[in-house]
């Protein structure tokens, strides 16, 4: 049995949102109560003590779109590579980091995104992979490193057509072989989805292919209109937009997540709504690669589903809940918008979306759910209270505020320090695979 006090406590728990000077109780996996602390202190007199030392004691935070793969590319300068629109960085950037990814890079790519969550208080993710030089095995060796360092993951290939018909068939294959361990393991930890990239690399025949392997499994994540090179394709080749293509092949329902949609028309939205499908916004990606600014105000009017994922341009959600306040002020020149939107989404909405592949509840503190909690050091000067709980969320806490992380009941990341963890190890070999990696991009040695 844990105990987490010593800290105010925010549940995420309509029923009862907030305590000033709260606690967590642990038993196993589980949450097993929250309340008042002394009452939780005098009812598990026993428990191992995890002091939150003033600090704020919330649900760890979910990730719902972002990219294991790209994981060593921080510092990275491709030589010749200075891209002047959006498929100038796929090509010149992350397909050709892809390209060179083995599995042995993937793995490295793994330990360094997983670590970097966990400091960030991030205790779920939702990745889409891509090493197109050597798929078979991805998606099992990214799940080992998961499972290893503990933190909870649903899981996807990315299938495209852009290194031609064997690969595409490989990462199908992946896909669906993943999907089906996942189905017969059901461990509570990960979970599979069945992806897809861009619209314009897949042909419609490899849709149908798609369906077919994963045989109602799963739902499908796919990126969708996150440039208009997916709209321009759809309109000349297939005589639609997008979402109907997506509509007609069948990847629509209510366990499919589409990334972006930023280029998505009015009656696109109507077709998300009315299949189920939920859309996953990811703001300072979409800045950073100058392809606009997602409709979610008007997808949310319309009762999507929308979450809030970083497409691994960050690791830290509050970074992305400040950008996608901003970004959507700034694109409605209005500056009373978007706050309540932005909270939803990674408050409610991802919990929503990972409630459709995880058993237990994640993203908040109650009893029966899972027992992600983490600790941020936060000691305000301005009063605190159920009532601005956001407002300190945005403007004054980031993800490096994270003092402790407990997972599945686990903790992980203590006081700032790994919980067995050889951080030190892992990054040695990390910086390894780093070098080969780079080296094999720029044909040097580094």
Known sequence: MLLVTNGRLITRDAAQPYFEDGAVA???TAIAAVGEAAALKARYPDAEVVDAKGGVIMPGLINAHTHIYSGLARGLAIAGNNPTNFLEVLEGTWWNIDRHLTLDGTRASAYATVLDCIRDGVTTIFDHH????????????IKDVCKE??????LCYEVSERDGEEKCRESIAENAEFARWAAKEKDPMIA???GGHALFTISDKTFEEMVKANDGLTGFHIHVA?????????LRN???????RLLYNGLLGDKTVLGHCIHVSPAEMDIIKETGTMVVNNPESNMGNAVGCAPVLQMMRKGILVGMGTDAYTHDMLESLKVFLTIQRHNAALPNVAWCEGTRMLFENNAAIAAKYFPQPVGVLKEGAAADVIVMDYK??????????????????MGKNCRTTIINGKVLYKDR??????EELINAWTMEQSKQLWGALNHRVY
């Open 26 to 28: 642990i038993d196993g």
């Open 130 to 141: 891509a090493s197109f030089a050597e798929i078979p095995g991805s998606l099992f060796a």
């Open 149 to 154: 360092l503990g933190i909870r993951a649903c």
């Open 192 to 194: 599979a989805m069945f």
């Open 226 to 234: 996150e440039g208009m090179n997916d709209v321009y394709d759809s």
């Open 238 to 244: 297939y005589g639609c937009r997008p979402i109907n």
């Open 380 to 397: 305000p000067f301005t009063p605190f209270s159920d009532e601005n709980i956001d407002g300190h969320m945005l403007f004054g806490m």
């Open 417 to 422: 320090e790994f919980v067995g963890i050889d």
